[in-house]
């Protein structure tokens, strides 16, 4: 059974940092896609980053980009997202997003077959 389970969520101040991580089983972590998106009230999902399994390439929305970096740990199966100078708009539940095979873009939810529940961020002003 493949699982993604995010963790790293809290509450921070803007201008703060917080580090969130995707632990995945039940798949090779080197083989998939994954995909950080961000969805808050009365907003539709958005992507926020993505990591290809081919060659690490990386991918990011304008509005985190010089802010955001993920990266991803094959070893312990777990891709992280590192944000920096947190922003009240970056206030929103985060999720991670497995798909099978490269990326070359930024691809949008329907594209990734294999969710977490999300975590919580919360950026205060």
């Known amino acids: 059974e493949v699982q993604l389970v995010e963790s790293g969520g809290g509450l921070v101040q803007a201008g703060g940092s917080l580090r969130l991580s995707c632990a995945v089983s039940?798949?090779?972590?080197?083989?998939?896609?994954i995909g950080w998106f961000r969805q808050a009230p009365g907003k539709e999902r958005e992507g926020v980053s993505s990591?290809?399994?081919?060659?690490?390439?990386?991918y990011y929305a304008d509005s985190v980009k010089g802010r955001f970096t993920i990266s991803s740990d094959n070893a312990k199966n777990t891709v992280y997202l590192q944000m920096n100078s947190l922003k009240p708009e970056d206030t929103a539940d985060y999720y991670c997003?497995?798909?099978?095979?490269?990326?070359?873009?930024?691809?949008?939810?329907?594209?990734?077959?294999?969710w977490g529940q999300g975590t919580q961020v919360t950026v205060s002003s």
């Open positions: 990591i290809s399994s081919s060659d690490g390439s990386t």
């Open positions: 039940g798949l090779t972590l080197a083989d998939y896609s």
């Open positions: 997003a497995a798909e099978y095979g490269p990326i070359t873009t930024m691809y949008p939810p329907p594209w990734y077959d294999y």
